[in-house]
């Protein structure tokens, strides 16, 4: 029994908690433009810290892949160095476990990363041939990883802190396009299968992310990536392509999307934010906050040791307006993200 499956990545991003059960792990074999080596840890760093959003809500228990036998399987991908395809035959991967070679060399154009993987595999027994299968599926995929390449020509922003957002005109947000492009590995692409089963007329309609988002997701017309200027809950999608002077991290309709072809999602832990209300001559209180992606509920209590309780139904405006009484002593803001 044997299947081939052929997965590219194309072109990506032009110029203009608690982990879960998901281990991504980088290999720097193939970095023999020493993009990554000992002197520029910060791009390693940077890379892990990527890396660690996606471990952070990504629950899927993968089996271990142990060849023997006649059950075989490659994976080939560009040298991310160089370009030339590398074959590796019978890799073993551990359980729950992705491997990424990275590395870097002069991309064409604009492009700023590129992303690919290939694999075949030929089984002799039902398990091996069913497991592949599995991953596969029009309604799953299970990423085993690939290859990434960046561009030795941009000038990109390394921040080894994500959380934190630092001023870089001029600059590519390296986080940014690390995450972009494991989303791709991940299985955002027309390339595979439970992706390409979600899209219709050029959309996206996968549930979760359709219900997220209020209706399709609009794609771009490679319907690898998500139409340039989508916005959910005021977070802009990761997966669109002009990423100049912005970090775009990983948003919440970016993980609806891997919910969809199969990926067991971790939901965001909600954030609580006091508020200080702004009395009105009117007799009126109003409320407001920045950032957070939302929706937002408003909650209040009337002394200290009252329980929260919900004011209004959730909103994604950044500000509301209430009457001023006893029973609104204390208000806070809690960010929902995708939280019933």
């Known amino acids: 029994m044997v299947r081939i499956l052929q997965v590219i990545f194309a072109v990506v991003l032009l110029h203009g908690s608690a982990r879960g059960s998901?281990?991504?792990?980088?290999?720097?074999?193939?970095?023999?433009?020493?993009?990554?080596?000992?002197e520029h840890s910060d791009r390693r760093i940077t890379l892990e810290r990527a890396a660690e959003l996606f471990e952070s809500r990504i629950l899927d228990d993968f089996a271990a892949?142990?060849?023997?036998?006649?059950?075989?399987?490659?994976?080939?991908?560009?040298?991310?160095?160089?370009?030339?395809?590398?074959f590796l035959q019978d890799l073993s991967l551990p359980k729950s476990t992705i491997r990424?070679?990275?590395?870097?060399?002069?991309?064409?154009?604009?492009?700023l990363g590129y992303s690919e993987f290939n694999y075949s595999w030929s089984a002799a027994t039902s398990g091996f041939f069913n497991m592949f299968s599995a991953r596969t599926s029009t309604t799953n995929f299970d990423s085993l990883g690939g290859s990434i390449s960046f561009d030795t020509n941009t000038p990109f922003y390394f921040d080894e802190d994500p959380s934190t957002l630092e001023p870089f005109f001029g600059q590519n947000d390296f986080y940014s396009l690390a995450v972009h492009e494991i989303g791709h590995l991940l299985g955002i692409s027309a390339s595979v299968s439970a992706f390409h089963a979600a899209t219709k007329s050029g959309e996206f309609v996968g549930a979760a992310a359709s219900t997220f988002f209020g209706g399709p997701v609009p794609l771009a017309p490679d319907l690898t990536h998500v139409k340039q200027g989508t916005v959910s809950h005021g977070q802009e999608s990761a997966m669109m392509l002009a990423n100049q002077g912005v970090r775009r991290t990983f948003s919440e309709l970016d993980f609806a999307i891997l919910q969809d072809i199969g990926y067991e999602i971790?939901?965001?832990?909600?954030?609580?934010?006091?508020?200080?209300?702004?009395p009105q001559p009117d007799g009126k209180l109003v409320l407001s906050w920045t950032g957070g992606g939302g929706p937002f509920q408003i909650q209040s209590r009337a002394s200290m040791l009252a329980p929260w309780m919900n004011l209004g139904t959730s909103t994604s405006d950044r500000n509301s307006i209430v009457d001023a009484t006893a029973a609104h002593a204390f208000f806070r803001v809690v960010d929902l993200g995708r939280h019933p």
């Open 22 to 38: 998901l281990q991504i792990e980088f290999d720097y074999t193939y970095d023999t433009a020493n993009f990554f080596s000992a």
């Open 65 to 86: 892949i142990n060849p023997a036998g006649g059950d075989t399987w490659t994976l080939s991908f560009p040298h991310p160095s160089t370009g030339e395809i590398v």
């Open 100 to 111: 990424i070679f990275v590395g870097a060399r002069d991309l064409p154009g604009n492009v």
């Open 266 to 278: 971790k939901l965001p832990e909600p954030v609580f934010r006091l508020l200080v209300p702004v």
